[in-house]
């Protein structure tokens, strides 16, 4: 976990938002409904590296009734992993349409079974039901859904069981053969056998050790064979390059040319950029494009990572969370290859340099047609509260507002107490689960309950629709298929991503923000194997499904 050195003289609170912002409050409605979830990762102290990464969460409709469920993942205690036990349980939560949850672990069978990390959703099979996979520290788990409230752990027999310490995953059809592949980011090679000592020092404070001193663990990419199994393309693809601390990835089309790239946050070292060639193989460019350090040549401790056009140009732009005594880094898009760090520029710098993000995403809370931005955040070393420094473990969330002008303003104070109360936050997910017309947040907790923050008033600030999208001769799950709307306000671009932030996946129906426009003039869907589909004058406040070469509908 790497250090900048470019410090901020003060990071004064930015004035609360006015207008339709006052009207907004995310509350935190985890208990009242009835997630009853528990994280557990090691001991207090955190004495060794495993024990402070853990958090990964996951909104899946497994039973497709139109209503996003919740996935959270779970680690252990450290005398678990030493003697090869499992005393705590992942969990899905169905949703029950009420604005509560009902634990169905046990039945649907995915508690795990091993040190969880993150969990991404897709389904790979293409049997209309979307599908698990489980990063754990060891052996991975990929759980096939049944379609009848079960799923059946599939790994072995799919070939994707990797089984050094995995940190994120992502679901795309990088190849647009109509098949799901997987990109798994793998962290350290770290044994919990001979674990080395706690006796390295942050601020003069004595620590665990790592990522530095260990050696990093190479990230793999699975080709779907279209049978159930996976093959390792790795090498064949290009992407065996020097293995990095990874930990967070996204799949988009960022340079336009119709198929899928891969941009991997890693942790004290440069971050990875792989273009698409378009014939199965990738060429990594990130120190070529400007998207693996910081302005000032720096690497950073990449942690999570979004995607998003947040300026409106048709280019997709990156966002990093990163350590504390640092900042989080906004990549704008400049197209042909390139990107700058804008985030002093962006205003999104200062007000994270005490903070050390995870979880993160682009997204309208306030739906005003400008994607802003959310990030979870929580310290890795607990020992900085015994000490009278300006860091602390647990810490509050973080929401930028797009002002629309390539700027952004802090204003997570204005949105509520329960943004501001201190925890140690992880994986974030991002879903409408109430269908109320307004984006909501989930995160897993290290050590503590999940939040679940609810977006009251979102939908009254302005007008939104939705859209469900569903392959045919694409993967099922439409993920990688891009979506422009246009209105009288201007143009929206987004995809659908099979894993981001940290740890985590959101929802895979894609929200937009309409701002005052009752319509959409027009919504332009790409579909991954190229093929386009366009409709006019798409009405606003609905949520619409759309099969692959059918007709938007509207869903009842």
Not at 321 to 333: A, E, G, M, Q
Not at 443 to 449: E, I, P, T, W
Not at 519 to 541: E, H, I, M
Request: aromatic share 12%; with cysteine; proline share 3%.
């Amino acid at each position: 976990m790497g250090f900048q050195s470019r410090r901020p003289a003060s990071l004064g609170t930015t004035p609360a938002a006015k207008g339709q912002n006052q009207k907004i409050r995310f509350v935190d409605v985890a208990a009242q409904s009835g997630l009853r979830f528990q994280h557990v990762s090691g001991s207090p102290e955190k004495k060794y590296l495993p024990e402070t990464f853990s958090g990964g969460v996951a909104w899946i409709d497994y039973n497709q009734d139109g209503w996003p469920d919740l996935y959270f993942v779970n680690a252990g205690r450290w005398e678990d992993l030493v003697e090869g036990k499992r005393s705590v349980s992942n969990a899905l939560y169905r949703n029950n349409r009420d604005g509560t949850f009902t634990d169905v672990t046990q039945p649907a069978g995915v508690a795990g079974n091993g040190w969880g990390m993150g969990v991404t959703s897709g389904d790979y099979n293409n049997d209309g039901w979307p599908d698990l996979y489980v990063c754990n520290y060891g052996r991975n788990t990929l759980y096939r859904n049944n379609g009848d409230g079960t799923f059946t752990d599939v790994t072995e027999s799919a070939g994707v069981g990797d089984s050094r310490w995995s940190s994120s995953a992502a679901f795309a059809d990088y190849d647009g053969d109509g098949w799901l592949d997987l990109y798994v980011v793998n962290y350290v090679a770290f044994d919990h056998k001979n674990p080395p000592a706690p006796d390295c020092q942050y601020r003069g404070i004595r620590v665990h050790c790592g990522p530095k001193g260990l050696l990093p663990a190479a990230d793999v990419l699975y080709h779907n064979n279209g049978d159930g199994t996976f093959t390792d393309v790795t090498r064949a693809a290009g992407m065996a390059v020097a293995p990095a601390y990874g930990l967070g990835a996204v799949w988009g089309d960022f340079d336009n040319d119709g198929d899928l790239d891969l941009y991997v946050a890693n942790d004290s070292m440069a971050n990875f950029l792989f273009q698409n060639q378009g014939n199965g193989t990738f060429r990594e460019i990130g120190v070529l494009a400007g998207a693996a350090y910081n302005e000032d040549g720096q690497a950073q401790a990449g942690m999570g990572v979004a995607l998003g056009d947040y300026d409106h140009d048709g280019l997709f732009d990156f966002y990093v969370t990163n350590f504390s005594d640092d900042y989080n880094t906004l990549y704008r898009n400049l197209g042909s290859g390139v990107f700058r760090d804008v985030s002093y520029a962006a205003g999104v710098a200062f007000p994270s340099w005490r903070l050390l993000g995870w979880g993160t995403a682009f997204f309208d809370y306030d739906n005003d047609g400008w994607e802003d931005l959310f990030v979870s955040n929580g310290h890795v070393y607990p020992q900085v509260d015994q000490y009278p420094i300006d860091i602390t473990f647990a810490q509050p969330k973080l929401v930028f507002r797009n002002l629309g002008n390539g700027k952004f303003e802090n204003v997570s104070a204005a949105l509520g107490s329960a943004l501001t109360e201190c925890w140690t936050g992880r994986g974030a997910a991002f879903a409408d689960y109430d269908n109320d017309g307004d984006m909501d947040v989930a995160v897993n907790n290290l050590d503590s309950r999940p939040s679940l923050f609810r977006n009251d008033g979102g939908s009254q600030s302005g007008s939104w629709l939705v859209i469900s999208l569903q392959g045919l001769n694409a993967n099922r799950s439409a993920i990688g298929t891009r979506v422009i709307a246009e209105t009288d306000s201007g143009r929206q671009m987004q995809e659908v991503q099979g894993g981001s932030s940290y740890q985590a996946c959101n929802d895979l129906r894609l929200h937009f923000g309409l701002g005052m426009n009752r319509l959409a003039r027009s919504v332009s869907v790409r579909w991954p194997n190229g093929k386009t589909q366009n409709f006019d004058n798409v009405k606003a406040n609905q949520r619409y499904v759309l099969k692959e070469e059918g007709s938007l509908e509207v869903r009842r």
